[in-house]
């Protein structure tokens, strides 16, 4: 008696506080919905700070039927992030209402009839009076009235539709069996359900899976620690202001993403066709395509079918592991890869005979049914393959920090890709006779680099070019050749992907004038963009260098060598037919030029051509510091110390020539700093210095920057952004310069870290020997 008189007051509470505020709001905003005051169509709620709406609305388009959704508040475009009553509209001739029952479920009815449920939340069982709220993050919740209870009793973040929002979790809830997934919307009219979903595979090693019916159609690939494996762009995403948050333990599975910068507006969705679709919100522009799925003909995708390798820059789509050929030869040949490959030769398990190959940059194959060990490393893992004889590969499960964790596989190896520079190492098993010919061909050691260009006349030059390419193209067929082998170990120590020429041609439109970006002295750099949307920089040698192919390859590994994240990535090179090309990745907003043709790459394709070829990959080395020389160590301060050298070029108006001990020009760096410890840096001065309003401040100022950037020990050098700051400022005193580089340390080369000898183009030798 006592307590529904009690319910009664807070009833009629209620009432009146609902009234207050619909007398004060006229426009009905609020974000609550109690079981007093139902919801009907023409009514929405809104969230706080009027970012999301919830109430009724019809699809766009010629559909008059009602449904329940949330959408964007504020945007000029309208977008539907969830729909309740997807499956059952309200029809055209009726009201719908949208009720909050005093047990805390909503229900959907209509005014005409209220005893058919059109739609209904998940009964819950609360015993107190319950709000329905929208929040300011796209959910709907069903609480406690009183907020400090905190106890969510029903979210739409769990019952999600075609959109994932900020701060959803896509994947299952273990303990309680709940498996949050999209689907698609049936037609931009029809929200019912489509025919894709994407969920999280909890098989194996969990990943994403977009399915259409029973049929996997794509997938992310396994959590790698840094994003999932088949997407590898995650990863520059996140300094974008994305941040991707996967958890796996025993209470919970779950993908989510959160903004760090509130002000982007953004929503993952899986449409009609199973393409999942990143947008963001670009203002006036609406909504713009940010990324979606799949990026490649590979990425994702099983093309290749089992034990095939997907390569969507190769020559051809599809080829087969080592160890296995065509299953269907015909369809292979008919660029058909679906059947896929089979073994050459079994395993000869029960003797323990088998090994691995290891295939580096790999899009791994499917995980649905492999066995995640994270406790392990990647011996042990190995081990615990060649124990299994059913194992057919492994690979590391967490790719930070160099590597930890283990997945084994157990069966045919299927939607296995290669990248251009990113992926991971797997491990493929293989019969010992396969090992037994691959063995010679990775007789990589620790050196860095060994080159050596045989004296080498110009027939040669050419027979080695026309077998790699004919290498190239038939590189599925077993052709058990010398020479080919030998093709085979160049390229393998090249380790950098090379493209097809139609690819090249066709990602910059047939090398089309307008693509063209600059020129410089020994070739012409075109814009292009990939089939997978990758932007790249296609540099295109000019003919009239001579260069012999091996001579490119080895100028090719050597900026391979040089290249790291403050200059540009090389991506691949093209060499096929006349064609000599360099791909790199595009930077927009920058000037390529200043990346290719002042760093490295000018000195080492002989900007100036009067010099012999042996000097022009010297000349580099006048910009290289000397640890890098000396043992292959390349860091950050290595660049800090070619920008010092440039620096003093500038403003001495002196190149730096003298990089042999015996060359009669002193090295630049150690002149400079002999000059300004004996204070008569005046004379380094270019006296063309003087035609500008410089302050003999600033230029002293710059000589001293120029001086520290260029000191011998790597530490004591300073970074790029300090750089920034000592020439921004200039006032801040700066320390003394220590002794340079390389002259402080002696002669590298005399001591045969690096040795060159002959001038004579034709005959070359070159030996670049790290320690
Ligand atoms: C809604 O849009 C208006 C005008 O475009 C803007 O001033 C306001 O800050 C926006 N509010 C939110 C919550 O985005
Ligand atoms: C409501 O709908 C149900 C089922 O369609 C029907 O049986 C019932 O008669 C309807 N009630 C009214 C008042 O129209
Ligand atoms: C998606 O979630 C629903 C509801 O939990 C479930 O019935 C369905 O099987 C899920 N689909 C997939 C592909 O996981
Ligand atoms: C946040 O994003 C907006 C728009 O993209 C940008 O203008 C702003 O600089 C960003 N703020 C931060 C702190 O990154
Ligand atoms: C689905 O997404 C893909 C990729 O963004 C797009 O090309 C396609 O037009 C979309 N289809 C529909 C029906 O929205
Ligand atoms: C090999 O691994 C599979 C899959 O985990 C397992 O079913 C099988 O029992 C294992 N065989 C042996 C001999 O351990």
Not at 114 to 142: E, H, K, R, Y
Not at 482 to 493: L, Q
Not at 651 to 674: A, C, M
């Amino acid at each position: 008696m006592n307590t529904s008189s009690k319910m009664f007051r807070q009833r009629v509470l209620l009432s009146i506080l609902f009234l207050i505020s619909r007398l004060l709001c006229p426009s009905f905003s609020v974000d609550t919905l109690s079981p007093t005051q139902p919801l009907t169509d023409g009514q929405t709620l809104v969230s706080t700070s009027g970012t999301f709406a919830l109430g009724f609305f019809s699809p766009a388009y010629t559909s008059k039927n009602r449904y329940v959704g949330i959408w964007y508040n504020n945007l000029t475009v309208h977008t539907i992030v969830w729909v309740a009553n997807r499956r059952h509209p309200v029809s055209e001739a009726s009201t719908g209402v949208l009720t909050l029952t005093s047990k805390g479920t909503l229900v959907l009815t209509t005014m005409q009839n209220s005893t058919t449920i059109l739609w209904s939340s998940a009964p819950t069982s609360m015993n107190n009076p319950p709000v329905a709220q929208l929040l300011d993050n796209g959910n709907f919740v069903v609480r406690h009235s009183d907020e400090a209870a905190k106890h969510v009793a029903w979210q739409s973040f769990d019952h999600p539709t075609d959109t994932l929002l900020p701060g959803m979790k896509l994947g299952w809830d273990l303990t309680t069996g709940l498996n949050r997934n999209l689907t698609s919307w049936k037609s931009p009219d029809d929200p019912s359900p489509g025919d894709y979903c994407i969920a999280m595979d909890i098989r194996g090693d969990p990943q994403l899976v977009v399915s259409f019916g029973s049929v996997r159609k794509w997938r992310s690939g396994p959590w790698t620690g840094l994003g999932f494996n088949s997407i590898p762009e995650m990863v520059t995403y996140s300094r974008n202001g994305f941040s991707f948050d996967f958890v796996n333990n025993n209470k919970e599975i779950y993908y989510s993403y959160e903004i760090s910068n509130r002000s982007i507006i953004t929503r993952l969705v899986v449409n009609q066709t199973g393409k999942t679709e990143r947008y963001v919100w670009m203002g006036q522009h609406g909504w713009s395509l940010f990324w979606f799925t799949p990026r490649s003909q590979c990425s994702g995708l099983d093309s290749c079918g089992p034990n095939g390798v997907c390569d969507p820059f190769g020559s051809r789509m599809c080829s087969c592991l080592q160890g296995f050929e065509p299953r269907s030869p015909r369809d292979w040949d008919m660029l058909d890869g679906s059947e896929g490959c089979v073994r050459k030769q079994p395993l000869d398990c029960r003797n323990g005979k088998d090994g691995f190959v290891k295939m580096v940059r790999t899009q791994l194959p499917d995980t649905w049914n492999s066995f995640v060990d994270p406790g392990i490393g990647l011996e042990e893992c190995q081990s615990r393959c060649l124990m299994n004889c059913s194992c057919t590969a492994y690979a590391n499960s967490d790719v930070r920090g160099g590597g930890s964790g283990c997945i084994l596989w157990f069966a045919e190896l299927q939607g296995l890709a290669v990248y251009l520079t990113a992926g991971q190492d797997l491990y493929v098993r293989v019969s010992q006779l396969e090992l037994g010919s691959s063995a010679s061909k990775s007789s990589k050691s620790g050196t860095i680099v060994v080159i050596i260009v045989i004296p080498a006349t110009i027939l040669l030059a050419c027979a080695t070019c026309t077998m790699w390419m004919w290498r190239k193209r038939k590189r599925n067929k077993d052709e058990a050749n010398h020479h080919k082998h030998e093709s085979e170990m160049k390229d393998k120590e090249l380790e950098l992907p090379l493209f097809d020429l139609n690819v090249i041609l066709e990602a910059t439109k047939n090398l089309a004038p307008e693509n063209k970006l600059g020129q410089g002295g020994f070739g012409v750099v075109y814009k292009g963009e990939m089939g997978d949307g990758l932007e790249i920089a296609v540099k295109r040698l000019s003919k009239t260098s001579k260069q012999g192919i091996d001579e490119f390859k080895n100028e090719v590994m050597l900026i391979t060598k040089l290249q790291h994240r403050n200059l540009v990535r090389l991506l691949g090179c093209c060499i096929q037919e006349e064609e000599r090309m360099l791909i790199y990745e595009y930077m927009p907003n920058k000037s390529l030029d200043a990346f290719l043709f002042d760093f490295g790459m000018a000195r080492i394709f002989g900007g100036d051509h009067s010099t012999t070829q042996t000097r022009k990959v010297v000349g580099t080395l006048g910009y290289m510091a000397p640890e890098y020389a000396m043992d292959g160590v390349f860091s950050v301060k290595s660049d800090v110390f070619s920008y010092g050298v440039l620096v003093l070029e500038i403003i001495s108006g002196q190149k730096n020539r003298g990089v042999y001990h015996f060359d009669p020009e002193p090295y630049l760096p150690t002149k400079v700093w002999k000059l300004w410890n004996e204070g008569k840096i005046s004379c380094v001065i270019d006296p063309s210095m003087s035609c500008y309003s410089y302050s003999m401040n600033q230029v002293m100022r710059c000589i001293q920057v120029g001086l520290l950037c260029v000191q011998a020990n790597p530490r004591d050098r300073p970074t790029m952004s300090s750089v920034v700051f000592m020439l921004a400022t200039e006032n801040a005193p700066l320390p003394p310069p220590k002794q340079p580089g390389f002259a402080a340390e002696g002669d590298y080369y005399e001591r045969g870290h690096y040795e060159t000898t002959s001038s004579n183009a034709q005959n070359t030798i070159t030996e670049l020997v790290g320690r």
